[in-house]
């Protein structure tokens, strides 16, 4: 069963950076993706970014320039993916969840979700 667990969220200014980390483990299948989405409150979760398993990286718009995401997957059952957030704007706050889908029968697992807030 795969386990999604994120850290690293908090509270920043305008301007500053946070890390978000995300370690799945119970990786059972190479084709997978794992990567980040923002919630707002009352809105759809957008994507901020992903990683296939080949190394394949895609962002959001919001990330564009700013973020800078990562994967470590040399274990093949427990992988990590980081999002490193430089230059953060008030627009960046919300809930960051991660998420791992494997590309074999579409199966996704989320977690719990970590709250980023931007506020001077």
């Known amino acids: 069963q795969v386990q999604v667990v994120e850290s690293g969220g908090g509270r920043v200014q305008p301007g500053g950076s946070l890390r978000l980390s995300c370690v799945v483990s119970g990786i059972t299948v190479t084709r997978n993706v794992i990567g980040w989405y923002r919630q707002l409150p009352g809105q759809e979760r957008k994507l901020v970014a992903d990683v296939k398993g080949g190394g394949k990286i895609r962002y959001g718009d919001s990330a564009k320039g700013r973020f800078t995401v990562s994967r470590d997957n040399r274990g093949f059952s427990q992988n990590t993916v980081t999002l490193q957030m430089d230059s953060l704007e008030i627009e960046a706050t919300g809930v960051y969840y991660c998420?791992?889908?494997?590309?074999?029968?579409?199966?996704?697992?989320w977690g719990q979700g970590t709250q980023v807030t931007v506020s001077s």
């Open positions: 998420y791992f889908k494997s590309m074999w029968d579409c199966d996704e697992s």
